[in-house]
């Protein structure tokens, strides 16, 4: 008996462990792709080029008209871009993207925190990372619905440049994230109890 008991804890020794390091993985998996999440979209919003028609460019901060013969002229009061609206509307686009590069920084921040400096509270701040990287999702996906709708009479499939689909990805990859942290956070360790090593 005395030894089928330690043969128990050994294996449940084992079966924690094991566990714990997938826990670890999988933590550590979200962390990197929020970091990834976050810097594609900060070169998104930086490059500012999104919506290619015909001989114009448009982006959240300017837009641009280009020929064979000569460089891109780019101009930063969108309503010499003649389209309604533009002008005002982007101003919020590009204030929720904005925003939402904040909040995911805040995000990762606090995932980060709670993974390495494991205490009573690193639940409470995996969540708080998770819902900051919720909010991102909003605010992201709103920046991109308001740019799409702004300029619907010029969008076609293929008019969207590569710096638009890296923030498509980065919105789809902070809902991932989202998902999958606050999830992983649901099955494991009771709230309210440390983390045992």
């Not at 989202?178 to 045992?196: A, C, D, E, M, V």
Request: hydrophobic share 50%; with cysteine; aromatic share 12%.
């Amino acid at each position: 008996m005395a030894l089928g008991g330690k043969e128990a804890q050994r294996l449940l020794g084992q079966r924690r462990l094991h566990w714990y390091f997938f826990d670890s993985f999988i933590r550590t998996f979200i962390n990197v792709c929020a970091a990834l999440a976050v810097v594609l979209s900060s070169v998104s919003i930086c490059d500012g080029h999104w919506l290619l028609a015909e001989d114009r460019l448009f982006g959240p901060w300017h837009f641009c008209t280009t020929s064979n013969r000569t460089r891109p002229h780019c101009l930063r009061d969108l309503s010499q871009a003649h389209v309604p609206g533009l002008a005002v509307g982007m101003v919020r686009a590009r204030s929720v993207s904005a925003l939402a590069v904040v909040a995911a920084i805040f995000g990762l921040e606090l995932l980060m925190v709670s993974q390495v400096f494991e205490d009573l509270h690193s639940r409470h701040k995996w969540a708080l990372g998770s819902v900051l990287l919720l909010i991102s999702f909003v605010l992201s996906s709103d920046g991109l619905l308001s740019f799409v709708i702004l300029l619907r009479n010029q969008v076609t499939l293929i008019s969207f440049t590569l710096m638009f689909w890296c923030q498509f990805t980065t919105s789809f990859l902070f809902f991932l994230n989202t998902i999958s942290g606050l999830h992983i956070n649901s099955i494991t360790h009771p709230w309210g109890q440390p983390r045992k090593f």
